[in-house]
């Protein structure tokens, strides 16, 4: 099972965003991605953070992940397979329809602290995009 670290962030509500992601595979090898998503709030971030590393999941072949978040938002989301707010409600059935191609999926909230690899993957795809 590989462990699935990410996060997503924004400089500003809505503004510049990234979506960052650290995966470790059980011998060790770890891939890192920082992607830059335009322009959104950072719920948003966060949720296409998931889309992402479960849509490289599923294009890998990896049957069974679990994840970790700081975002309360996304874990709370993925565990009760429900939305409130009608603007991520998309982002949710998208997430929810990756997440059901796998065998075994596990999602934990984590403290910022124990993120920091998948934050600063975030963070890094920001200060990239910006420079250009």
């Known amino acids: 099972m590989i462990e699935v670290y990410i996060d997503g962030a924004s ?5 510049p965003s990234g979506a960052g992601i650290f995966m470790n595979y059980k011998n060790g090898q770890v891939e890192r991605h920082s992607i830059y998503l335009g322009e959104m709030s950072n719920h948003e971030a966060e949720y296409m953070a998931l889309i992402h590393a479960l849509t490289i999941c599923v294009e890998n072949g990896i049957r069974a992940a679990s994840f970790r978040t700081d975002s309360k938002l ?5 565990e009760k ?5 009608e ?22 909230w984590i403290p910022s602290n124990q993120n920091k690899n998948a934050d600063e993957l975030a963070r890094l795809a920001i200060r990239k995009n910006q420079q250009t």
């Open 74 to 78: 996304i874990d709370d989301a993925v």
């Open 81 to 85: 397979r429900f939305v409130k707010k």
């Open 87 to 108: 603007k991520y409600k998309s982002l949710h059935e998208n997430a929810m329809r990756l997440i059901d191609q796998l065998d075994l999926f596990f999602m934990k």
């Open 11 to 15: 400089a500003g509500n809505p503004g």
